[in-house]
């Protein structure tokens, strides 16, 4: 676990200031408006392998906040394990979780009383379930848009699938009891702002209620049968597959059930929204122009082989990799080796539970040697597919489901 | 910055420091914003580490240009540099990055030095026109083997 095996920080974090000035070798200038137990940037560990048992192959596109994308084929598990998981932080990983005076406090224009609920009571007074559920970021593409959008330039890998265990947020709210004009489930989150402003949330987004009130919308604690790993929310976290992975709030400390649309941090435009009308790339939107994201898209990615493969003295080739369609089923899966011009069906498999991501997998022949492209097409259950080129361009660079692609040789 | 030699006898601690930290400088940004003095005492640590590298800053992967200093003071007391790196706009584009940071996330006046902030950013991290798709790059040849 994150807070034992790292001791340093743990030294560093008590250590007074005058041993922080001694390590860094200089005074600390304005240490007084430096928070309490604040390690100073030069002396805080960053890597990922370490501080977070990431795999050695994850890229690292933002050390602070940290964001963590995995490269396709590292997705090849049926169910991601956390060292294969990408990270997505708005602000700073919670320090000091003391799990025994954890609480979540229920609030909000639309409960009928605030009431507060310690881990144990959450784990204990609920039934508890295990789903299957896919959480992709809202900005996973980004890097293809063109002109280009503000973010972090994700390719396609910040996406994955868990199992994820905990009670549902419905049966938490029949408990705390709510009114009837409730519109909206917010989360609040103990991660700092990169300011360290004390008073401001790196990011405090949320559900419509009947989101909130579906079967696989979790308060998790577990993931993958264990503790939730610090990276992704310890030691409680909202899932709400399906939209985008920011409405599934980490190291979550509150919730607010809403009379009206949440109106938290990075609820407000342009963060997670898109053009409620179709735009040419680069337009300016006006604000109230913009709308909220839900459902993601349908989507795959190939897992299978990584790209860049040589097939030597060989003319077939086994590809596998997972498809999945944000609130919807995926219907098909289809590759081509011919840049689109023709397609060929994969075999798919049913998701294990709603939400889920489905796995596919099929036996590409190559006519004759030379380069190929093997590109990969998902189409939901209403009849949606991936395009080939990058969709409608948005400000912020959202919702890039364009047909994963991936390098071969014939030689 | 020539970086400092390893000693032996010190504790591995102590060798991470002296290599990774150089020496730390603070720069208080003095604005005049009386409403918010928690913000405009705001504390910005800078690695001295100015060891610049095949055109770049080591410590943060910057471009090396005019500008260089004033973009690690502002742009890397909250966020990684890597953040800026990896994005790519023109002055309008970088300037509306900058309103909306100011206006949501407390980054402060940059006062005189907006301009020449932007003329680092739009002129080293400009767009590159790619299309709708860029054919696949970067791409790292392997022999496939038999799966076990």
């Known amino acids: 676990m994150f807070h034992n095996n790292n001791s340093r920080r743990g030294f560093l974090k008590n250590a007074s200031l005058a041993t922080l000035s001694a390590l860094v070798g200089a005074d600390i200038i304005f240490a007084s408006t430096m928070p309490k137990n604040y390690v100073p940037l030069v002396l805080q560990e960053n890597d990922p392998v370490k501080l977070f048992g990431k795999d050695k192959e994850m890229m690292v596109l933002n050390d602070q906040p940290w964001n963590i994308e995995s490269p396709a084929h590292l997705l090849d598990d049926k169910v991601t394990p956390s060292s294969k998981m990408f990270v997505r932080n708005n602000g700073l990983v919670p320090d000091n979780i003391v799990v025994d005076q954890w609480t979540l406090t229920v609030e909000g224009e639309s409960v009928k009383n605030t009431k507060s609920y310690s881990l144990n009571e959450l784990k204990s007074r609920f039934k508890q379930y295990t789903y299957h559920l896919t959480l992709e970021c809202g900005g996973n593409g980004r890097k293809e848009y063109y002109p280009p959008t503000e973010g972090n330039q994700w390719d396609v890998g910040a996406v994955s699938c868990a199992e994820w265990t905990g009670i549902r947020v419905r049966d938490l709210l029949a408990d705390v009891g709510i009114e009837s004009n409730a519109v909206y489930l917010a989360y609040h989150g103990a991660d700092m702002h990169l300011s360290r402003d004390p008073d401001k949330e790196p990011i405090s987004r949320g559900v419509p209620i009947a989101k909130a009130m579906e079967d696989e919308t979790l308060l998790a604690f577990q993931m993958n049968g264990e503790d939730i790993p610090i990276a992704h929310g310890y030691p409680l976290r909202l899932i709400a597959s399906g939209f985008p992975a920011s409405v599934s709030g980490k190291w979550l ?67 596998r990799g ?90 | 910055m020539k970086k400092d030699k390893l000693i032996p006898g010190k504790t591995l601690l102590f060798i991470f420091f002296t290599l990774l930290v150089g020496v730390v400088i603070a720069v208080f940004l003095s604005l005049n914003k009386p409403k918010e003095p928690s913000i405009s005492d705001k504390v910005v640590l800078v690695s001295q580490n100015e060891e610049i590298l095949d055109g770049k800053h080591v410590a ?52 005189e030095s907006e301009a020449l902030i932007v003329d680092y950013l739009s002129k080293n991290y400009a767009p590159e026109l790619k299309g709708r798709r860029l054919p696949l790059n970067q791409i790292e040849w392997y022999e496939l083997e038999e799966e076990q």
């Open chain 1, 253 to 319: 400390t509150g919730l607010s059930v809403r009379n009206k649309v949440h109106d938290g941090a990075k609820m407000e435009s342009p963060s997670y929204r898109v053009p409620c009308e179709p735009v040419a790339p680069g337009t300016e939107v006006d604000p109230e122009d913009m709308c909220i994201i839900e459902s993601m898209p349908v989507k795959s990615v190939i897992t299978y082989p990584k790209s860049g493969a040589l097939l030597t003295g060989k003319s077939s080739m086994g590809i």
């Open chain 1, 322 to 411: 997972h498809a999945w369609a944000g609130e919807h089923q995926v219907a098909s899966m289809a590759y081509s080796i011919d840049f689109g011009t023709s397609w060929h069906s994969c075999k798919l498999s049913s998701p294990v539970n709603k939400f889920a991501w489905q796995h596919f997998e099929a036996t590409v022949n190559f006519p004759q040697k030379g380069y190929y492209e093997i590109w990969a097409m998902a189409t939901d259950s209403k009849g949606i597919s991936q395009p080939m080129l990058s969709p409608g361009w948005n400000p912020k660079g959202y919702l890039n489901n364009a047909c994963h692609r991936i390098a071969v040789k014939v030689v």
């Open chain 2, 60 to 111: 943060t992967g910057l471009i090396d240009d005019q500008g260089l200093n004033l973009v690690i003071a502002h742009c890397t007391g909250c966020h990684s540099a890597k953040l800026v790196t990896q994005n790519r706009f023109n002055r309008d584009g970088w300037i509306r990055v900058i309103r909306w940071m100011q206006e949501t996330q407390n980054l402060w006046d940059l006062g």
